[in-house]
């Protein structure tokens, strides 16, 4: 009997919430997605778990741009991210670079996104002119 | 309340997860490192050692520097169930527990001969440290066919009623069954004395399940006294034992007494007794939220027995030719012998004793039932010499039981049925045996032969006993090396035979002419 993915999610979250030795959970997790065979699902748990801290005032989100984004552009993602959750207790904001964005941001947060880079205004650009063409 | 951990990041654990992974697909041994999740009535749960195997011995740290042994029981998908061999008390949640990539054993060798040890082969006599060089695994896969042979040689109790009816060959497994207090344990007790008074080489086991402490203190007391310790060990486990230690027990033993088995010698092993096992396996069960069945007894406890009965074997000549006999015992309740526990082990075994507490009030000692007791391998075992005289015994004595009930409703009998109740009688009388008497081949062969050719049928009943002893008596001291040849366990020939009848009769003579007026 497997456990669902979204309960595994639960006990992790809790873990989290209450424990300070990550090595020892990571371990445990670790184990337990290798002998379920469940490696490939660790993304999609790991975003349930943020999803279910976010839900404890949690809130971590990674902001992915093609260039290193200063000081004040961490700011205002951060404000934007009190816009979304307004009742976060602590906000943690991880910076990823991926030059195929082009330009502007993309914000993942827990239970949705926004996409604000310029491979973005493209792509809509393009759909919207393919769908008139 | 405990503080979130602020620190905490999923993307960092995201990665030390990733790393985690790599690492353990790399060095699988880091599984065999676990944790105490819940501990208590004997019972651990043990987190991450999912690579433990069933009845792998495991270390577990407890409190101060020592380390407590535990096996795995039963094993979850990602937690274990271990049972403590120990004080559960010194561990507590949280504590690492480690695999050792070793399942149970115990010491096994003739260092143990001689003492009382506790299922991990411990000393429990005060007689120091058990020196055996040699350790073997508490759960052994039974021999296969090819490695068997067909029980030919005899075990004898020194019972006679057994030795003539039931008769028990080396690799054969008896059950003893029946009420409390019907002298189960004495057979066993008594079967164990005539290894040693017959001078069989036989070594006994006797393990101890759950009983009070205080008769298993008495019983290995006896055994001293009468000198078998020197060919026995005994497993004790008493009722204040922890469930796990009881439920080993009978494990342990067989892997004791496999060890001569398996070294073309003759080992017999008394499991005193299989119910109380039965129900420490339930407990031990229960703990471990195992899926009670019949009874509340976990579904497979049908196979805890088989496994543990099926190791006692004849070994064939190529395996060297050892022997381990099993003589377990059950306790049923009211007679009850269609009960889960008995109905298995009846259906494992080769045969049963069945106790009845009637004949037991009767003062019919042992009590044995002759109609419900069989044994179904043993008569290739018997020796000659008793089988001669103990053909129709059975029968006699089956027919004596319904006519003597029948008989107390009738006032007037046949003169054929009086004489077939009277002759029962005799025989019932002569198969009185006392505690601690087992006898000799030639012994059960003049009794038998005296019996069944109606020398003491002239006897009066209160008077049999006497005749007996009398007839024994004449015939060891006036007959010394007839009575050597007898014991060899050949049929003697006609002129021995009849020699004994004329004594026998001549002895019945005297009793007849004291009884002349009382009639
Ligand atoms: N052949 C016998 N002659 C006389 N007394 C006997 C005989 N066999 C057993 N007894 C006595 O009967 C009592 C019960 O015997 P024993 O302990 O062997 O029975 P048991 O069935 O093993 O009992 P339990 O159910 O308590 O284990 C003891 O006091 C014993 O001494
Ligand atoms: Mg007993």
Redesign the interface.
């Known amino acids: 009997?497997?456990?669902s993915r979204h309960l595994l999610a639960q006990a992790v979250a809790d873990k989290?919430?209450?424990?300070?030795d990550?090595?020892?959970?990571?371990?445990?997790?670790?184990?337990?997605?290798?002998?379920?065979g469940l490696?490939d699902e660790?993304d999609s748990l790991?975003r349930d778990?943020?999803a279910i801290?976010a839900e404890?005032g949690?809130v971590?989100a990674?902001a992915v741009s093609a260039h290193q984004l200063s000081d004040a552009d961490l700011n205002d993602v951060r404000a934007i991210l009190k816009e979304y959750y307004p009742h976060a207790k602590?906000v943690?904001v991880?910076q990823r670079l991926d030059a195929n964005l082009v330009g502007g941001i993309k914000l993942v947060m827990p239970h949705q996104q926004l996409d604000e880079s310029v491979r973005a205004s493209i792509s809509k650009f393009k759909s919207l002119t393919a769908e008139r063409a | 309340m405990t503080q979130p951990a602020i620190d905490v990041s999923i993307k960092e654990l995201s990665d030390d997860i990733r790393s985690a992974i790599a690492e353990l697909k790399v060095r699988p041994e880091i599984e065999s490192t676990g944790v105490v999740t819940r501990i208590g009535d004997g019972v651990a749960w043990i987190y991450g050692l999912t690579s433990c195997g069933y009845n792998e011995m495991l270390t577990i740290e407890g409190t101060g520097d020592e380390h407590i042994t535990a096996f795995a029981f039963n094993l979850g998908e990602d937690e274990i169930g271990a049972v403590i061999l120990g004080d559960d008390t010194a561990i507590k949640a949280g504590a690492t527990a480690r695999l050792t990539g070793k399942v149970l054993e115990v010491p096994v060798g003739p260092e143990l001969v001689g003492r009382v040890v506790n299922p991990l082969g411990q000393p429990l006599d005060g007689k120091g440290a058990i020196k055996a060089s040699e350790t073997d695994r508490v759960e052994k896969v039974a021999p296969g066919v090819l490695d068997r042979k067909g029980v030919h040689e005899p075990l004898m109790t020194g019972i006679t009623a057994i030795d003539a009816m039931v008769p028990i060959g080396r690799g054969q497994r008896e059950l003893l069954i029946g009420d409390r207090q019907t002298g189960k344990t004495a057979i066993a007790v008594d079967t164990m004395i005539n290894q040693h008074r017959q001078n069989t080489g036989v070594i006994n086991i006797y393990v101890a399940v759950g009983q009070k402490l205080s008769k298993v203190a008495r019983l290995i007391e006896r055994l001293k006294r009468e000198g078998v310790m020197d060919q026995t060990i005994v497993v004790a486990t008493s009722a204040s034992d922890p469930a796990s230690m009881q439920y080993l027990a009978p494990y342990a033993g067989a892997t004791m007494g496999e060890y001569f088995r398996d070294r073309g010698q003759h080992a017999l092993i008394i499991y005193d007794d299989l119910s109380k096992h039965a129900a420490a396996y339930r407990q031990m069960s229960l703990l471990l939220r195992r899926p009670p069945g019949r009874e509340a007894f976990p579904g497979d406890v049908f196979y805890l027995h088989s496994r543990l009965l099926e190791r006692a074997v004849k070994l064939s000549d190529e395996k060297g030719a050892g022997s381990l006999t099993a003589l377990p015992i059950i306790e049923t309740q009211a007679g009850d012998i269609s009960a889960y526990i008995p109905t298995n082990v009846i259906s494992i075994t080769d045969g049963q004793i069945f106790m009845e507490t009637n004949l037991f009030y009767q003062g019919i000692r042992p009590a044995i039932s002759v109609g419900l007791s069989v044994s179904r391998v043993g008569g290739n075992a018997q020796t000659k010499a008793v089988k001669s005289v103990a053909k129709s015994l059975r029968i006699n004595l089956a027919q004596f039981r319904e006519l003597a009930a029948f008989s107390q409703f009738s006032t007037d009998l046949d003169p054929e049925t009086r004489h077939r109740i009277e002759r029962g009688q005799r025989l019932t009388e002569l198969l009185k045996q006392p505690q601690y008497t087992p006898y000799s081949v030639w012994q059960m062969y003049a009794i038998l032969l005296a019996a069944t050719e109606g020398c003491f049928d002239t006897v009066p009943l209160d008077k049999i006993k006497t005749a007996e002893a009398n007839l024994l008596r004449e015939l060891k001291h006036d007959h010394p090396k007839d009575m050597e040849k007898v014991n060899t366990g050949d049929e003697p020939d006609d002129k021995l035979r009849e020699k004994i009848v004329k004594i026998a009769h001549k002895i019945a003579e005297s009793y007849r002419s004291e009884d002349k007026e009382t009639k």
Not at chain 1, 24 to 36: I, K, P
């Open positions: 009997m497997k456990q989290t919430l209450h424990i300070k990550m090595k020892q959970l990571s371990r445990e997790v670790a184990a337990y997605l290798l002998h379920e490696v660790l790991l778990v943020i801290r404890h949690l971590e990674e602590q943690t991880h």
